[in-house]
């Protein structure tokens, strides 16, 4: 068996979106929280649902939507994630595999259907999340496989596995392993809301052991209990290798010690829905920085994966990013 | 019970599109015809699917396409067709209903599963769809609900509804009821393949008992095995009351006896997908014509939603055809 080596793995929810339009009356008239997401079970999924305009369906997850993202690059990439033997477990599987990401975890055979995300875009293009996370709840530790960790330069993982039980102790494993062989543990921090429910929990596992943290202003504020982005900078600093954290329009700021990198957002973007934005800059980073690429550089084409992603609806990506990175940034694939 | 009424009932296969990127080379090397739509089995459905690009789900179906167009415009709408009770028979059911279509075909809860079709969209715009039929073979007489057909203006079928076994006597049922109501009959051709299908049987039914017909020119001249319009044209103006006959950029001819209608094509459409092009023509001529508008005004709100439903992917529309309209052509809804 030829050995096998990975950019990066990822590890999350695996979700099928289903992707209508919105008002904010229907948001405020369903007490949604716009552009954050909700865990919701079965029951309140069918009613929401069945309240929603007609849709469209797409492979989605944080973690998915970068791997996919990654292997558009032309990148590495494994991803790690529950589905059932259904109809949306089987959309979903394709699609990450005809990506070109290596998908190998067991289906589950029983208990919850594939996990759905009921996405609202408003037409402000923000959108609001509703998950039923479904078989997600089935992913535990026995679903890591340590040769593809150790074979992957960088584990990155979404906090949003914190959500269903068992995924912090796959979590936990897979960065064990990661490190075990000498490799970087990576972690969104997803939603502020996430950060909300697991403060304490993100902030232990952090400091022990994440080399990559990404997050937006706010869920890097929450994560410190600040309304301050300079703060929660500072605080940030000392506990991992480096710290991306995303602003919109402000473009990104890739932190390393002392080392404080702008990248500025890329302009003139008609933007259509923000679904995907955050993970589609983890794409571009982790593409770059295990490609030999410079943090600003990395960071670039990062931001330049979030503005082809939310310049359509879904959160993955349309065209190859392997193509637009050679045209927009002159960037040759590794 | 309040009475109900339809301006039109649509019947159909009811499918979920799966649409995807490729390119000629694919095509050539699945043996696939360009523009055609082929009927395939699971195992050869889930062959191809093995080898696409990753892809969107939608629903889809040539009448389900028409009815949420009809929909779309404002207009009262009810859809016949069979999916099972699955998660893409859900998925189908949410999206028509949702659009503000009357449907209510009982979902067959064994045997086959829902419809899909395999859609492959080239660089040219063009789509080469594959169909599993699945469920949509347990369509029959007994799913044709008479109440519906004589509360409906027209009852509008697709010519595909000739693959399924059962499709047929359910479509010769339905035209029975209509005119026993003095309502009207409407068929779409659907497919010069189609028509090589079923030559003698579309060109019998259509003497006995079409009053509106639909086809492109492809299909018409398949129909009356010619290869020239004119001569199609002069075959089809004594078998029905209204041929409308489109011809892609060439726009449409509405015919009916001695009068010929031409509707010039929009210009400047950015052609993204051509899928539901036809579909959404019959959609605003049956509005148009349900709803008092002459021949021409109908026609051209059929050429106004075929340009919407071409200029993004799907073959459902993307916006409100109801503003749409009244924006283009300053027509106010019924």
């Avoid at 032309?74 to 290596?102: E, M, N």
């Avoid at 990395?298 to 979030?306: E, F, N, W």
């Amino acid at each position: 068996m030829t050995e096998r080596l990975f950019d990066t793995t990822c590890i999350g929810n695996a979700i099928v979106d289903v992707i209508s339009k919105a008002d904010d009356a229907f948001l405020a008239a369903e007490g949604l929280t716009k552009s954050a997401m909700m865990l919701i079970d079965m029951e309140r999924a069918e009613e929401l649902y069945a309240r929603m305009q007609p849709g469209i369906e797409m492979s989605g997850g944080s973690a998915g939507n970068t791997a996919a993202g990654i292997a558009s690059l032309g990148g590495k990439c494994a991803y790690i994630g529950k589905v059932r033997d259904d109809q949306l477990g089987s959309i979903f599987t394709h699609d990450i595999r005809a990506g070109g990401v290596t998908f190998e975890t067991v289906k589950s055979t029983n208990g919850a259907a594939t996990a759905r995300c009921l996405i609202l875009v408003t037409p402000d293009a923000h959108r609001t999340m509703n998950t039923y996370l479904g078989a997600c709840i089935e992913l535990g530790p026995e679903d890591i496989d340590p040769d593809i960790i150790a074979a992957s330069k960088v584990t990155y993982m979404e906090g949003y596995l914190w959500d269903p039980e068992n995924g912090k102790q796959a979590f936990r494993k897979a960065a064990d392993i990661a490190h075990a062989a000498g490799r970087q543990v990576s972690l969104t921090l997803s939603d502020s809301f996430c950060v909300n429910r697991y403060r304490e929990e993100f902030q232990e596992f952090i400091k022990s052991g994440v080399d990559i943290l990404f997050a937006n202003e706010e869920e890097i504020k929450s994560l410190y209990q600040t309304t301050d982005f300079e703060s929660a900078l500072a605080a940030v600093r000392d506990q991992v290798d480096i710290a991306c954290l995303t602003r919109s329009e402000k473009g990104a700021v890739i932190v390393r010690g002392s080392e404080v990198h702008a990248v500025p957002a890329e302009t003139n973007i008609n933007v259509v829905d923000t679904t995907g934005a955050g993970d589609l800059f983890a794409t571009g980073f982790l593409y770059g920085h295990t490609n030999g690429h410079d943090l600003t550089s990395s960071g670039r084409i990062g931001v330049m994966a979030a503005a082809e992603v939310i310049s359509h609806y879904g959160a993955r990506p349309a065209v190859s990013l392997k193509e637009l990175m050679q045209k927009k940034l002159a960037v040759s694939p590794s």
